[in-house]
């Protein structure tokens, strides 16, 4: 009776230790969901809420195959991926060892590999990594979560909804958009001034010229030391250059390129802007 009583006990406190299973809303207007750990694995989403103009942004440290379904499927309007994608296959998923999405509009899709963060804080990193816990208080080698809520925010727009936080791999059942998430961090706990201090553009003019990746960059980010990343749709780096914009035209050398679609992140301290662009050789 004691044994039992100490298995249901235990069981218990795995249960609700586990972030999935202590699930709230942060926003009941909100359009943008959050998922962030560290395994990996497959994450399949179940959009069964009707929420217009749906934002998903996914965070790990070994990579996430984004799943998408539902009822309400249709209504999502950007997935992000920003992680370190690695193929370490802890979650014993099938080939390919990469992240990728199904279930939504191949546009709908952005896959970067540790792009610059938009909030430096003391315990968290300079890009955005992987992040597996509310701490915020200690260095994990990882994201702290106000990290991951303000890049998300900044590059997708919208208003939270929710953000799961977990380290183990994703469940192997669809995770509801109505069961919500714990909500590390709200908008409102941020600190004063960097989540509305960040502006972003994601309508950046790109075009190529002579081998040559030329982007007109906001005004804002005109005589400011900006860093100019290309990466393939995989989250491969193609080109990376950190430059002074002297002009609103700034240029990268590419060269050897297929026919294929990249995308452009430029970063400065105050401000993003990203785009996309098909190169036809």
Not at 40 to 47: D, K, M, S
Not at 105 to 122: F, K, Y
Request: proline content about 5%; charged content about 10%.
């Amino acid at each position: 009776m004691k044994q039992t009583a100490k298995i249901f006990v235990c069981a218990l406190v795995t249960f609700f230790a586990n972030p999935l299973f202590s699930q709230t809303i942060c926003n009941q207007q909100g359009n943008l969901v959050i998922f962030s750990g560290y395994d990996g694995g497959e994450l399949r989403i179940n959009v069964d809420v009707n929420i217009p103009n749906l934002r998903i942004g996914v965070s790990t440290y070994e990579f996430t195959r984004v799943i998408i379904s539902g009822t309400y499927a249709g209504n999502v309007i950007s997935v992000h991926y920003a992680g370190v994608n690695s193929n370490n296959n802890n979650c014993n998923v099938q080939a390919p060892y990469t992240a990728s999405v199904s279930g939504a509009p191949n546009a709908a899709v952005v896959i970067l590999n540790s792009p610059p963060a938009t909030l430096i804080t003391p315990n968290g990193r300079a890009t955005i990594d992987y992040s597996y816990s509310c701490d915020t208080s200690a260095n994990q080698t990882a994201n702290t979560p106000d990290q991951l809520v303000h890049y998300f925010m900044t590059t997708l727009g919208g208003t939270l909804y929710s953000h799961f936080t977990g380290y183990s791999c994703w469940p192997s059942q669809p995770i509801a958009i109505s069961s919500g998430g714990n909500c590390c961090i709200l908008p409102q706990q941020l600190p004063t001034g960097l989540a509305s201090g960040v502006t972003v553009s994601t309508d950046l003019k790109l075009r190529v010229a002579d081998n040559l990746l030329q982007a007109e960059i906001p005004a804002a980010a005109i005589g400011k030391t900006i860093q100019v990343s290309v990466y393939d749709v995989q989250g491969r780096t193609i080109q990376a250059v950190t430059m002074n914009a002297g002009s609103s035209l700034v240029s990268v050398p590419i060269q050897n390129l297929t026919s294929q679609l990249v995308l452009v992140q430029i970063y400065w301290g105050e401000g993003m802007a990203n785009g996309k662009l098909f190169i036809s050789q």
